[in-house]
């Protein structure tokens, strides 16, 4: 079934392009059905790039669902049209008395900044406690995942001696959690950060579990046992150019960086990256929608219980 998306988003024309299914929202206001209600709070400073990327892994799933964007009232983006914002995009006011099937928190370029001092991290703060009740099940990126781990439960990050910059090999500690049910036992993920969350602080928390794990980038996938929210330190919703993008704009800032890890054939930046995780992270979004969200979440979202943190 399509994701339903507003009329004349940028992203349309991509994924029209692609031949992924969708509809716009005059379509699927004929539509007689009960369509998952999922909201985007994109973080990232290219917001249409991201939204595109989120948009694609979102539309092979069960059933339509309903797409709402959320930004920051907090913060003044600099990298997006501000006509686009206004037009796609909400803010928490907007929506704080509504319930949804499922929020995405994404990443966002500001781990090297402490918690506190991010513009927004206030307004981000009270989004994900609203979540806790409000949402069914929500899915942190990145720094969203870092955030949502610190919020909730005080896990610390911890700065690396150097960005965490390329293509790694992880594996599955919990190959019966439905969040990687279908994974290859050895897999590629994107990361691009230059904090961690460390495995014995995940560890200490009785409610969360570690399901995958690079013995190279460290953490990768945390869910609570409740599967209601869960916790990705990588960027699977990259596109095949991402790294390469970003590697090519810090270099022409003379910005120290490594070329990413195993990430160009033969390790020669003019070389096209082969798109290995693209299967896996299609794969991910697409359980947890069906298994975690679409299966679980009650057809009545004024039944919707609250998250219970066992902390």
Request: net charge negative.
């Amino acid at each position: 079934m399509p994701i339903n998306i507003p009329d004349n988003l940028p992203a349309t024309e991509v994924l029209r392009q692609e031949n992924i299914f969708y509809m716009t929202g005059t379509t699927a206001s004929h539509q007689d059905i009960r369509p998952l209600k999922i909201v985007i709070l994109n973080l990232m400073p290219k917001k249409i790039e991201t939204e595109t990327q989120i948009l694609r892994l979102l539309s092979n799933t069960p059933i339509q669902v309903d797409i709402e964007l959320l930004q920051m009232k907090s913060h003044v983006s600099k990298n997006t049209p501000v006509s686009h914002l206004n037009k796609f995009y909400r803010t928490f006011d907007d929506i704080r008395s509504e319930r949804f099937d499922g929020l995405i928190i994404t990443g966002a370029p500001v781990e090297q900044i402490e918690y506190e001092e991010v513009d927004y991290w206030d307004e981000l703060c009270e989004i994900m406690d609203w979540s806790l009740t409000n949402v069914f099940s929500t899915f942190h990126i990145c720094w969203g995942a870092q955030a949502g781990l610190y919020h909730h439960f005080g896990i610390p990050k911890y700065a690396l001696p150097e960005k965490m910059f390329g293509l790694f090999p992880h594996k599955i500690l919990m190959p019966f959690h439905p969040l990687v049910r279908g994974f290859d036992e050895t897999f590629t993920v994107p990361h691009s950060r230059h904090t961690e969350v460390r495995r014995e602080d995940i560890e200490k928390v009785p409610c969360l579990e570690l399901l995958t794990y690079s013995n190279i980038s460290g953490v990768h996938l945390v869910g609570d046992k409740s599967h209601r929210l869960f916790f990705t330190t990588g960027h699977s919703e990259y596109d095949r150019f991402t790294l390469r993008n970003e590697y090519f704009r810090d270099v022409e800032k003379g910005l120290k960086i490594n070329k990413p890890y195993n990430y160009f054939p033969y390790d020669d930046v003019g070389n096209p990256p082969h798109f290995t995780w693209r299967g896996t992270a299609h794969l991910m979004f697409s359980n947890w929608v069906n298994f975690c969200v679409y299966q679980e979440t009650p057809y009545d979202l004024d039944k919707l219980q609250p998250v219970v943190l066992d902390k």
